[in-house]
């Protein structure tokens, strides 16, 4: 079965080369391509592709936004990150948007591909070095209660929203959240959904 991806990368040169390696695999077929954020949702509106393959920093409407628009209006569309950054700023900005994949530039052809077929597949891929990430977090224990204040927290509820489908108050809820944070050492929302990915509390599709 052939996977229809679009190329969405500004520099010619980059494209180029990632669509001859792509079409060089048989099962991928290159549906179109183009060379920032806004040819691409022009494009989407007259094309269907079974993936996007995305760089973020382009010139008009860069990778993140593309995400963000994407996911609003396309929900299943298959979103693959391809950047030259590693950097964690990026890399959970484009989770929560709702990017299915990360990988980096710097990556073994052979990965690119293997990251294209899964994502396309419906599989979450991070590149090695970026789901590391993901592990930083030291193996703190947390009750039964902080776990799922946790989990929805992670998804992005607010305290009211958290104690409705707990059945608890808002002041009970700001009160394990301040507990979680203390026990993880963490401050805000990204570092959260770091701990609760890794333990498997929340998944990149809960994003």
């Not at 077929?117 to 599989?123: H, K």
């Not at 947390?142 to 927290?153: F, K």
């Not at 707990?166 to 401050?187: C, D, F, P």
């Given at each position: ?36 954020g806004r ?37 299943t569309m ?57 592990a930083k ?71």
């Open positions: 079965m052939s996977i229809s991806v679009l190329i969405v990368e500004d520099h010619p040169v980059v494209r180029s080369g990632i669509r001859m390696l792509l079409t060089e695999e048989g099962d991928i077929n290159v549906l179109a391509e183009a060379s920032n040819e691409a949702l022009t494009a989407l509106e007259t094309i269907k592709p079974d993936l996007l393959l995305l760089d973020i920093s382009m010139p008009e409407v860069n990778g993140l936004e593309v995400t963000q628009h994407v996911r609003e209006k396309y929900p298959p979103i693959l990150i391809l950047t030259m950054h590693e950097d964690e700023r990026y890399f959970f900005q484009l989770l929560r948007a709702g990017a299915t994949g990360y990988i980096v530039k710097g990556a073994a052809p052979n990965d690119l591909v293997s990251a294209v077929r899964a994502v396309a597949a419906g599989q979450a891929y991070l590149y090695p070095s970026l789901a590391r990430l993901l977090e030291p193996d703190t224990v947390l009750s039964a209660r902080e776990l799922e204040v946790l989990q929805l927290t992670a998804q992005g509820l607010t305290a009211r929203e958290v104690g409705k489908k707990l059945s608890i108050s808002s002041n009970t809820v700001e009160r394990h959240r301040a507990n979680i944070m203390s026990k993880l050492g963490v401050s805000n929302r990204a570092e959260l959904i770091r701990y609760a990915i890794r333990r498997g509390l929340l998944s990149i599709e809960d994003l």
